[in-house]
């Protein structure tokens, strides 16, 4: 009897069901999870509220802020109006009510704060920390993007060095999957530094009272500059208020009037005020005023007129067809990211396979003879991708094959290395960089001519990614194979290698 | 059982459970740099089996100890549990003070006291500015030399280090301005209501003049915006100017500059105006519906605007090419 009378008074608010609703919402590609691929179709357009990062295998939809900062970090290729109207569109209708009430990563916070221990109050010292999170959205989504910007390395500052979501929701997603073991090897200072930070966040928050969004959180920055005029919110009506202030003292956050720009719009200074002077902005169409729950059957009985009882009636058709639609969203969401959508997979190329029984049969792991790969290459004359690379012209050379981009700062900060590689061992080792089907052809050879046009290296682009899918790419960027004399695959490495790994590869090859 | 042994019952299993907890997350942090010291490849699916051996069952008893907490709850529930609670803003009461005080009555020594906090509070605040701009000026000026960008990760992060310092500094700065803000208000509401028991009050509340009112309604919101402004065009000219210095040329990322600049200062403009300025003062069944409509019709227009531009110009289509691919910074690859 007490676990149930516990149940029926911790019974989940609907807050809480809309924040479970959205999170399943925003990470309806359930199948990623069991399969280690992250979706890839075209819904990824769109951009999910809250902080949601789409390296997440669930993740249905791009994250605002890391789309933000990639925008930032290339403002001088393509000017950044999509994200920005996006931003000023959700911002505008909700400000900081999705913190409270769409943000997977707030769930977690709040859901962690419900262990039962010990909590540290807000007081002068929080209300000043909170302010910092204005100095993160300035210097890790704004200056450092740009600074990067000027020297042609597009690095989104915040997802790099802070985010913990994307440690939380990508990192630990993708890599517990078996079918992205070989990641883990390009893992280093950056995972354990983000690693770190990330637990640091979760034991926080269960002592702190959403301790990420209080005082870090960018997006959260961003979506307060519209919190008094956005559609959804809190609103007060002043003529009811008696300032007893408390609103104030029983909202967990660092408010200084309820609706200002810390204000995420839970709802629980509603219940708490006396003389029910606040209530949520756009709630005429569901609530009666102040209405949070139901009204019980006894409060049902007092409302005697007619017009009231018209209302209450009108308000609960409005909210079981607004039940009904916002299920039948999240069902068609699970079916079609589950089911029906096939993202786009790039067509299987034409490849020459060798029958030499000497060498071992074709694939792409360890030990396998490389598939043949024939790809339009860059000619430095003509400065166009005119030329066609075949693999099997390399045999006889060791071959670095290195598949990258040109918004890929992992990629481009490795290239130096390739470059020395290249020259060091000039007789042995011809390199050929495989790009992305990132960015046009014209757009890889300003890059190149502009940044590398002294490397000794074969550029050549691979368009859908088809030959990196071919390879056993896992959409992750830069991968490099290395391959022997009679293109066997010796050494495969996801993620950014050092001129040390590659020069251990070739020296035993060379070796051999 | 009384309710006071069942709260310090909860107490101390909180104390338990919270210290479990913090040991529980050192000694992650900890597993994950000794694999990491591991030297090339750190990580590898044994040697993270191998460190999990260790950790496992602090993990294990954490979990254990966590839903025994809850048990706990169940079994021994606390009658009235408070909220956790906070202090309300020291200046909305001094407000409320100065609205009955009548300073011809008050005795000279007190009118004092409470001029001086004022003069200090002021003071306190033109210090703290300077020390922050000063330590923004450093950062970005930080940040701009060329010596500093490297090209490979420590270089990087310790430029990132000496820029959150940098930043820290200005927090410490302000905390400690607030704290010396806090003492002072404190200070000048006592001198307020030893003034007024004293007979140094009006006897009704006073009334705004029509000049206060004017200056609430538009003074205020009007000179903020126009001091956001100018402080954002100076932050980007202080921004253009470093760099002039330290060699980089504008020209060839003149469109991205000139976007940037334009987005900071609608920002600003926008912080300021939303925040500070016309809005944030005026409760909001004063606004002129209007007005709130006009605001709100302006910034959907010009969302749509942008998205529809976006569409044309490319940029979802970027949004869409970096989202469907794994960012292999953002899981610390890289």
Redesign the interface.
């Given at each position: 009897m007490?676990?149930i009378q516990?149940f029926k008074s911790h019974k989940p608010t609907k807050r809480r069901l809309v924040q479970l609703y959205a999170a399943l919402l925003f990470n309806a590609n359930l199948k990623g999870f069991g399969n280690g691929r992250?979706?890839?179709?075209?819904v990824?357009?769109l951009?999910t509220p809250g902080l949601n990062?789409?390296?997440c295998p669930g993740a249905s939809?791009?994250?605002p802020l890391?789309?933000l900062q990639?925008?930032?970090s290339?403002?001088?290729k393509?000017?950044?109006?999509?994200?920005?109207?996006?931003i000023?569109?959700y911002g505008?209708l909700f400000g900081r009510w999705i913190c409270g009430f769409l943000c997977p990563f707030g769930l977690i916070q709040d859901l962690l704060h419900k262990?039962?221990?010990?909590?540290i109050?807000?007081?002068?010292?929080t209300?000043?920390?909170s302010?910092?999170k204005y100095?993160v959205l300035a210097?890790f989504c704004?200056?450092?993007p740009?600074?990067y910007?000027?020297?042609n390395l597009p690095?989104?500052g915040f997802?790099?060095?802070i985010?913990p979501a994307?440690?939380f929701e990508?990192?630990l997603g993708?890599?517990s999957n078996k079918v992205n073991?070989s990641?883990?090897?390009?893992?280093?200072?950056?995972?354990?530094?983000?690693?770190?930070l990330m637990?640091?966040f979760?034991?926080g928050a269960?002592?702190i009272?959403r301790i990420f969004c209080r005082f870090l959180c960018p997006l959260g920055a961003l979506y307060?500059?519209?919190?008094?005029?956005s559609?959804f919110g809190i609103?007060?009506?002043?003529?009811k208020c008696i300032?007893c202030?408390e609103c104030?003292?029983?909202?967990?956050m660092?408010i200084?009037h309820v609706?200002?720009?810390e204000c995420i719009g839970c709802g629980e200074c509603i219940s708490v005020c006396p003389t029910k002077a606040i209530t949520f902005k756009g709630s005429k169409p569901m609530l009666a005023p102040n209405e949070i729950d139901a009204p019980t059957p006894e409060e049902a009985e007092r409302i005697a007129d007619e017009h009231n009882a018209r209302i209450l009636k009108r308000n609960k058709i409005v909210k079981i067809c607004a039940s009904v639609v916002m299920i039948a969203v999240l069902a068609t969401a699970l079916i079609y990211y589950n089911f029906i959508d096939k993202?786009p997979e790039p067509q299987k190329p034409n490849v020459t396979v060798s029958d030499d029984p000497d060498l071992p049969p074709a694939g792409n792991e360890v030990g396998t003879l490389c598939y043949g790969l024939e790809l339009p290459k860059l000619n430095r004359e003509s400065d166009t991708f005119s030329d066609t690379f075949r693999l099997e012209d390399t045999k006889g050379k060791i071959t670095v094959l290195n598949f990258w981009y040109t918004?890929?700062?992992?990629c481009v900060?490795e290239m130096?290395h390739f470059a020395e590689i290249a020259e060091h061992y000039a007789d042995d080792v011809v390199v050929i960089a495989c790009h992305?089907d990132?960015a046009s052809k014209s757009q890889v050879v300003d890059y190149v001519e502009e940044n590398w046009s002294s490397y000794q290296i074969t550029y050549t682009y691979d368009s859908e990614d088809a030959y990196y899918t071919l390879l056993g790419g896992?959409?992750?960027?830069?991968m490099t194979l290395i391959l022997d004399e009679n293109n066997v695959i010796v050494a495969k490495y996801?993620?950014?290698v050092t001129y040390?790994?590659l020069q251990k590869d070739v020296e035993s090859i060379l070796h051999k | 059982m009384t309710q006071e042994k069942i709260k310090r019952i909860h107490l101390i299993y909180g104390i338990v459970l919270s210290v479990l907890l913090v040991a529980v997350a050192i000694s992650l942090i900890v597993a994950c740099f000794l694999i990491y010291n591991h030297g090339d490849s750190p990580f590898t699916r044994e040697r993270i089996a191998e460190y999990w051996q260790y950790v496992c069952i602090p993990v294990y008893v954490c979990i254990a100890a966590i839903i025994g907490a809850f048990v706990l709850r169940i079994a021994l529930p606390i009658k009235e549990e408070k909220t956790v609670k906070g202090e309300i803003d020291p200046k909305l009461t001094l407000a409320r003070l100065y609205r009955r005080f009548d300073a011809s009555a008050c005795r000279p020594a007190l009118l004092e006291t409470i001029r001086k906090q004022r003069l200090f509070r002021t003071v306190v605040k033109a210090v703290s500015a300077v020390l922050c701009v000063a330590c923004f000026a450093v950062s970005t000026v930080f940040l701009f030399l060329p010596n500093h960008i490297g090209t490979d990760m420590t270089t990087d992060l310790l430029t990132l280090l000496f820029v959150v310092c940098s930043v820290m500094d200005a927090m410490l700065v302000c905390f400690a301005a607030s704290m010396l803000e806090k003492m002072s208000l404190r200070a000048e509401t006592q001198a307020l209501k030893l003034a007024l028991s004293q007979g140094a009050s009006l006897p009704t509340p006073r009334e705004e003049s029509e000049q206060e009112r004017a200056w609430a309604k538009w003074g205020k919101g009007v000179a903020k915006v126009f001091a956001a402004t100018a402080s954002a065009l100076g932050a980007i000219l202080f921004i253009m100017i470093v760099m002039f210095a330290c060699g980089y040329t504008v020209s060839d990322h003149l469109v991205g500059v000139i976007f940037l600049s334009a987005y900071a200062v609608v920002l600003m403009a926008l912080v300021y105006a939303l925040y500070f300025g016309i809005f944030a003062d005026r409760p909001e069944n004063q606004w002129k519906p209007r007005v709130l409509l006009l605001v709100r019709i302006l910034i959907l227009a010009l969302a749509l605007t942008f998205i529809l531009l976006g569409v044309f110009n490319g940029g979802m289509r970027d949004v869409l090419q970096k989202a469907i691919r794994i960012c292999s910074e953002c899981i610390g690859i890289g």
């Open positions: 007490k676990v516990w992250i979706y890839r179709g075209n990824k357009n951009c990062c789409y390296s939809g791009a994250c890391g789309a990639n925008a930032v290339s403002g001088d393509t000017i950044p109006y999509y994200i920005f109207g996006i000023l569109l505008f262990i039962p221990t010990p909590k109050k807000k007081g002068r010292m209300r000043v920390l302010y910092f100095v210097v704004f200056i450092i740009m600074l910007l000027f020297r690095l989104p997802c790099k060095y985010c994307g440690t990508g990192a993708l890599l073991e990641s883990l090897a390009s893992l280093g200072f950056l995972f354990t530094w983000k690693f770190m637990v640091s979760l034991v269960i002592f009272y307060s500059l519209f919190n008094k005029i559609m609103k007060l009506e002043r003529s300032d202030g104030i003292t029983t909202c967990k660092d200084k609706g200002d720009h993202a918004s890929c700062t992992p900060n130096p992305a990132m896992n959409y992750s960027w830069p996801m993620g950014s040390a790994d | -």
